[in-house]
Each structure stands twice: as structure tokens, then as C-alpha cells.
């Protein structure tokens, strides 16, 4: 799915940029360094913002463009960081086919949050993820690990309400 | 040579080892379909459309993509079998499900080689129905506008962009469906360090790249009586604008260009030769007071908008050694603007001044600041090659009829050195010229010749380094064109290994006549043939056959000098011909 751009401020600090630096080291002169470099950066700020590709772009040379390419090519890079409650919807078959699609949209409008993306103050963070093994409750949800089955359109606003 | 020994649709060839099947089957004379594939540069099998059969070591016959695949001994090769053209229209078919078909408006109409090829093989355009992508037009750039509805994701612009030019810029984003051709974080062209050279454009292969069109601007300004619309061109454009209209790449159309420009009612029609001697004369006397008055050296020529903003991007420590000449575009505005409108009484607001060039980053540069020496823009609009073209093509006019006729006077002189600044090395083989008889103190004599500085055929890579000894003075030089070369330039400056008082650097691989408003070529042309040496052929071709080859002797620039700016450099010329620059950095 194409990747949102991140609305959230950008809070690295100088103890993140230090290790960062120090990643950018270790794989100098090493061929087909970026996904490892890529991986550890998004390990210490938990995503991948502009500001840190910048830094990475810099250091090793490499046109931004050649790095926002690789970092939105692989799902496993992240251009959002997780909100302070991560959001997620299964959109496995089962969750699918009992409608998670209808709750997902739900949630969104309720939230104010794009599928893929963070709220701009950090707090709600939305994803639809593959199966996530708990199709016996289908459709799925989960905030921060706890997990809410059996979900329909109308339980929404009243589960959110727990996590303002 | 190392050889092997091929089978190519039944007959015996033997080929060099290590060759592609694409080659082997060219140097057979035999034609594979290629969309993705440029040569060097966009070597990646994507498009699918040059596969083949063969088989190995006696094995069944299968496919596979000629550009990449090495031919082995005893390997036998199909190219035109009715398996490989159904796969071929197959994947024609698949690229045009998801390409905007508005054939009939597009800009490539004609000369889109996605068009050719599914012509060729027969087509039928809907054949794959179901979702279509759409995006935005990106009309950020004042130069370039990118329609990715009618990308075919070839990535030969990339290559263009990163792999030839060494900017990178331009990439291919998401994945899957979703991949799509952009800069990064999705910003606009007009928002990134993009330095407007248009070698995407001309290595586009179909209509998702192409220049800001500024002939309307043109047709309505000549419509306009209150105006008086002049236009200059450029030395390469006479290079280049044959291929417009079906002439072999290296056929002078200097006279034809000039009556063809005429007749679109041009009130005059210039010859920017001229100012390329000026920007000699200029430039040289600064690299004199440079080296003399203990200046910022080594200094850089800045006739090459692309360059200009390249090094303001990338290189912004080095803004001070640039030139402050303006270009030979912006010099001939600015002198039409001043001197020539308080010589004809004209005021310089209904002057309205058109640059013909082989450039797109020519369309960035009419718009910066310090470029209004009257107070009006020096030059209006840039036009490309292309876009001269199209005009001359939409008027009616029968090119390839015309008996040819001159340029106007009082701008009709330009030197042989003036010529040659549309190859790479021409701007310092016209320096020197000029330069050796200035710190002689008397002319040469015959013409300098420098051939250390020109372009060795075939080849564009790193830059090249000279050293004459002029009287008591060493000048040492070096030249550079494409971007990905400048930076290795001035990379071996700033660590000190290369000491030199001058440097020419032209933005496109090859200079002017490889710029990025030049006329389209196809792949099948660009991959098999050097333009840039055939082009270029017809500048030094004028150098050597023009009466005057040195700068110095023109008498249209001395009369500008003796009517107007007193001497090169004054006070007066300062305001007129020269500019400044901006650090932009990333």
C-alpha cells in the first residue's frame, strides 16, 4: 500500500542522532550497507522521518530520493511512528469478510487518522494489518496489544472512549 | 578478441565474449525491440520487450530479456519466432493497460517509441482492461512537467538523473501497483535541487516528461503590434534543428533556420554567436584581473545554467569562483534591452526578447534575479530546439524547401569561437584564444588551437586538463561537462590534487548540442550512434570554414564595446553583462 507522510513532529534527540552516527560507522565501505543502516535507524527512532534519512542521505553519500525509494518500497519501513495508542485493524480473510474493512473506516472517520498514518499530536496511530491468528473472534481489533473481537461499526466510539 | 560462437536464427556468427545477446544480434544486423534498455546507463531487463529464445549447451529453447543476457559458446538464438512476438504484444499490451492513451494531444505523438512498437505489433490498446492510476500533472517546475499517466516506469529518466548525471533527484517510490516515479517524500520537481537539465526529458521514451511550452507566449507577442519580438539562437540549435524535420543528426541548417524564423514574423533574428564572443571578451578580461590582482581562482565559466545550479546546490562554497558574466543568452537580452533600444529609440518594455536554445535550464535562468539590466527581464522566453521546431512545423512552413538566407543585422557576426561554445571544451578552446593574445600584448599568429580540450570521441567520462605556457604566464586549465564529472572536478579541488586558474563546465555530457532542449532521438539512435560528436562536427566544421575565428576580431562586439561599454569589464558593462549567485545548498 503507498505510504502516508508523516504529519507528527520530529522529537529525535541528541542521544538518537549520536547512535545513528555510530550505525552510519560500522557500515562504511560495506556493499549493500542501506537496508542494515535503514533497519537500525528505524530500531532507535521507530520510524523512518525525513530528518533521519537526511542524516543518512548526507553521511553515506546517497541521493534522498534513492533512500525514500528503499524505505517505501519494503513494508517492513515505517514512515509514521507508532501513536502513544497503535491502532490496528485485521483485514485477514476472515476479519474481511466479517467486515473489519466497514470498522477500519469507521475508526479512521472517528479518529481523524488516515489508515497507514499518525494523528499530527502523536496520540492515535492507525494500521490494517495481514491475519493476525485470532480469526475465531473475527472482524479484529487491537490498541496496544489489548485485543477487541467480534468488533461492529457501532462498538467503535465506545471502545475509543477508553483511550482518550 | 575473445570469441564465441553464436547461432542467431540459424546462421553462424562468431562474437565477442562477454557481449549481451542484444549486441550480438545488432552487430548481426539484426533488430531487438528495446523499451527500458539505454545503453550503459538503463541496462535492467524491466519492460520485457526484447526477449528472445534460446537455447544452451543443447538444451529446449526458452525466453529470455537480450539486454541483459550474456551470450555462451554454441548458444543458439531466435529473435522472430511467433512465441516471442505474441510475448512481446503481451507485454505491450500489459504497459498500455495502465498508460493515458491520449495519443492524438500528446507532446510525443509521432516520435513515442511505446507508439512505434505498438504500431508494430499490432496492439489492441484496450486489451487488459480494469483500474487505471492517476496522478497529478507536476507543473512545479519552470523548466520540466512530469505527467506520470503515461509513465511507463522504464526508469530511463532515473538513469538519466542518477546513474549519467550523478543528481539522482528522481526515483522510483512505493511498489507494486502504487510504484510511481517522484521525488523524495513526494515533493514536487520545482521543490527538490533538480537543476532543470532535461536529459530526463530526452531520455524519456514516451510523453511523461517533457519542457514548459512557451510557444503561445511567443505566437501572441508576434500577434501583438504594440511589440517589437526579436530572437536569438543559440550555436548548437543550427546543430540540431535539421533532425526536427527529418534531417540526418550533424546537418548544418543554419540558413533554412534563420528564413524559417523570418517567416514566422520575427522583427529580427540574431545570431548568439555574437554574445558568446562577448561573454569571451568578458570573461577572459576577469580571469586576466583574477590571476593578476590575486582573485578567487580557480575561476569557473557560468554559461551553463544547469551548471550554475548545480554548484549552488551542491557545491555552494564554490559560488565564488564562478564567472560573473552572465550567459551569452542573458548578455544578448540584457544588450538588446539597453544599448540597442536607446539606439533605436525603442522602449526596452516593448522589446519583447526570445532565446532560441538547445536547453531547458535556459526557461530557469530567464527568471532569476540580477537578469533585468533594463529593468525588464533581460530575455522573455526561452524556447528550446524543440520548441522551434514545433513552431516552425504548426506555421506551415516547408523546412526542407527553404533555400536559406542571414542573420540580421546589426547582430549577424559571430567568430568560430563563438560557435564552438556548444561543444564541451569550446568556452576555454575561445578563451584561450582570445586570452593568449591579451597577455601577449599582440595577436597570434594564426588561431590557437587547443584540441587537449575538446571532447575525445566516444567517451564522456572524468575531465580533462591542459597547461599552455603564454609569455611568461603558465595557464593551466580543465574542462568537465555532464554533472556527475564537474563533481569529481572540483572533489579533486577542494582535496588539492588539481591546481588550475580555469574551468569549463557545461551541465549536459557533451555540451550544448547534448542538452536537454535538443530534438528527440529513440533509444535504437541513442544506444548505436554519438550525437554529441556527429552535433558537434557541424561546430567545428563553422569554426574552421568561418572568416573570423577569434572573439577579439568581431567587429559587431568591438562597436558594442567603442559605442556602449567603453572596455571590457567597466563600470558600465559590469551593470549591463554581469550577475551574482546564491548559496541553495540541499
Redesign the interface.
Known sequence: ???K?TTVEFRGTPEQEAKLLEVIAKYDGVKGKMMPILQEAQDIYGYLP?EV?KIIA?KTET???????IA???SQFKLNPNGEYSVAVCLGTACYVKGSAGVLEEISKELGVEVGSTSSDGKYSLEATRCIGACGLAPVMTINGDVYGRMTKDQVKGILAKYR | MDAVNVKINGKDYAVRKGMTVLEAAREAKIDIPTLCYLKDINEIGACRLCLVEVSEGGKPYRMVTACVYPVSEGMSILTNTPKINAARKTNLELILSNHEKKCLTCVRSTTCELQKLCNEYGVDEDYFGGERKHYELDTSSPAIIRDNNKCILCRRCVAAC?TMQG?????????GF?THI?????KDLGD?SCVNCGQCIVACPVGALYERDDTDKVREAIADPSKKVYICTAPSVRAQIGECFGYAPGTDCEPQMVEALKMLGFDGVFDMNLTADLTIIEEANELIGRIQNGGKLPMITSCSPGWIKYCEHYFPDFTDNLSTCKSPQQMFGAVMKTYFAEKEGIDPKDIFFVSAIPCTAKKFEVGRDGQSASGYPDVDVAITTREVGRMIQKAGIDFRALKGTEFDKPFDIGSGAGAIFGATGGVMEAALRYAAEIILGKPLEKPLETPEVRRQNGSDEGYRTASYKVGDMEVRVAVASGTKNAKQLLKDVEAGKLDVHFIEIMCCPGGCVNGGGQPYQPASVRNTVDLRALRAAVLYNDDRNCDIRESQKNAAVMKLYDEYFGKPNSHKAHEVLHTHYVKRG?
Open positions: 500500500m503507498k505510504k507522510m525525513i534519512q548526507e541521493p534522498l530520493e534513492e533512500i525514500y525509494g517505501t518500497f519494503y | 542518477k543528481i539522482g533527484v528522481i526515483g522510483a517510490n512505493d511498489r502504487d517522484g521525488c523524495a517524500f513526494e527538490v540541499l
